[in-house]
């Protein structure tokens, strides 16, 4: 009995890493500035040209070797393993985004736009000043 080795269709990988991602073709068409069809057209393809394939990667967050050797199988028993009922998992989640950090940063910026624009103000008056004075 033999075995038939499955076949190495990247573009079926891509699109599944893109959808995986939760990005739609037209995103991943902006991105690649092609239009979405193309995008359609590399994911029915076969074979992929190195340089699109390393575009793609880049983009998806992967490099070109995690698409040509994802497994769906793979990704099912890593999350498969990782999850559980048990609650005590949740203990390990850490926030990488502090959204107060955030507001304070755009707080910030625009205390110091602000302030930007009143010396700018200040300055017109004073060259006003200056030329009513000449006047």
Known sequence: MSTAA???????????????????QESLAYELKVSQQTVSKIEQSENVEEQILEQIAKILGVTPEGIKNFSE????????????????????????INPIEKIIQLYDEKVALLERLLQ??????????EKQDQA
């Open 120 to 129: 700018s103000e200040r300055e017109k008056v004073e060259l006003l000043k």
């Open 73 to 96: 199988e793979a990704v099912f028993n890593i999350i498969g393993n990782s999850f559980s009922d048990n609650s005590s998992n949740n203990n390990n989640y850490l926030c990488t």
């Open 6 to 24: 499955k076949p190495n269709h990247i573009g079926h990988k891509i699109g599944r890493i893109r959808e995986l991602r939760g990005l739609k």
